[in-house]
C-alpha cells in the first residue's frame, strides 16, 4: 500500500543546531515532492519544492533533498530559531504534479 | 493573508443542519482543492478541481458535496453530518507543475 512517513511526531533541538526531517515514502514515483510550514489553527504554507531530477534545494537557511532510489527527503533548516517552530509536512504529487498528498508531519520545537 | 480565503473560520452544526463552507482566491490558480485535518491524521484530499471541472473524487461520503461554479470559487455543502466529521477543512488552490499550494486558513467545524 501506499505510504508517507515522517521521521517522527515531534523533535526538539536548541536555538542555532541544525534541524533536520525526514520523508520518506512507498509505492509512489513522484515528480515533486514540497515541504509545508503549519502553524496551530492555521492553513500550511509552501515552503520549498524540488523535482525528481533534482538533489538539492536551497533557499536561505532551508535545504532539501531529494533521493529516488532510498525513496527519502531530508529537509534541513540550519542556524534554528524558536520562530522556527512549527509543523513541517511533507507532500508528494501522485498525478505528475496535479495532486499532492501530505505526510503526518513533524512537530518541531527549538528550545532558546 | 495568504491570497485564498475561507469562512467561516468556525462552525458548529447540528447533524440534521445543512451548512455551505465557502472558499475564494484571486491568485489566477487554475486548480482548488479540498483536504480535511482531523485530529493526529495527515491531511486528507477531498476533491480536486481543474479550471472548474471535477477531477477527483476521493471516496468521500456523500454527505459532503463540492461545488466550484467559477475558477475562483469553491463550495463545500454539507448535509447530515456525523461527529466524527469534526474536523480543520482547508481549502487550497494551485496552478500545478512547479509550483506549491495556497492555502487558507480553513474552517474549524464541530458536529454535535
Known amino acids: 500500500s501506499q505510504k508517507i512517513e515522517q521521521n517522527s511526531e515531534a523533535l526538539n533541538i536548541q536555538e542555532g543546531k541544525t534541524a533536520t526531517l525526514t520523508c520518506n515514502y512507498t509505492n509512489y514515483s513522484p515528480a515533486y515532492l514540497q515541504w509545508y510550514r503549519q502553524d496551530p489553527g492555521r492553513g500550511p504554507v509552501f515552503l520549498l519544492l524540488?523535482?525528481?531530477?533534482?538533489k538539492e534545494k536551497r533557499k536561505e537557511r532551508l535545504k532539501v533533498t531529494f533521493d529516488t532510489t532510498l525513496k527519502q527527503s531530508l529537509f534541513h533548516i540550519t542556524a534554528s530559531q524558536p520562530a522556527d517552530s512549527a509543523t513541517y509536512l511533507c507532500a508528494l504529487d501522485d498525478n505528475y504534479g496535479q495532486n499532492f498528498v501530505f505526510g503526518p508531519g513533524t512537530r518541531l520545537s527549538v528550545l532558546p | 493573508e495568504t491570497g485564498v480565503t475561507q469562512t467561516p473560520r468556525h462552525l458548529v452544526m447540528g447533524m440534521t443542519n445543512k451548512k455551505s463552507l465557502k472558499c475564494e482566491q484571486h491568485l489566477g490558480h487554475n486548480a482548488m482543492y479540498w483536504y480535511k485535518q482531523s485530529a493526529k491524521k495527515p491531511l486528507e484530499l477531498m476533491f480536486v478541481?481543474?479550471?472548474?471541472?471535477?477531477?477527483e473524487n476521493n471516496s468521500v461520503p456523500s454527505r459532503f458535496s463540492p461545488e466550484c461554479p467559477n475558477s475562483s470559487h469553491l463550495f463545500l455543502h454539507l448535509h447530515t453530518l456525523q461527529p466524527e466529521d469534526s474536523a480543520l477543512y482547508l481549502c487550497?488552490?494551485?496552478?500545478?507543475?512547479?509550483?506549491?499550494?495556497?492555502f487558507g486558513s480553513g474552517t474549524r467545524l464541530t458536529v454535535v
Open positions: 524540488i523535482r525528481e531530477n533534482e
Open positions: 487550497a488552490s494551485g496552478r500545478g507543475g512547479d509550483y506549491g499550494y495556497t
Open positions: 478541481y481543474n479550471f472548474k471541472e471535477q477531477t
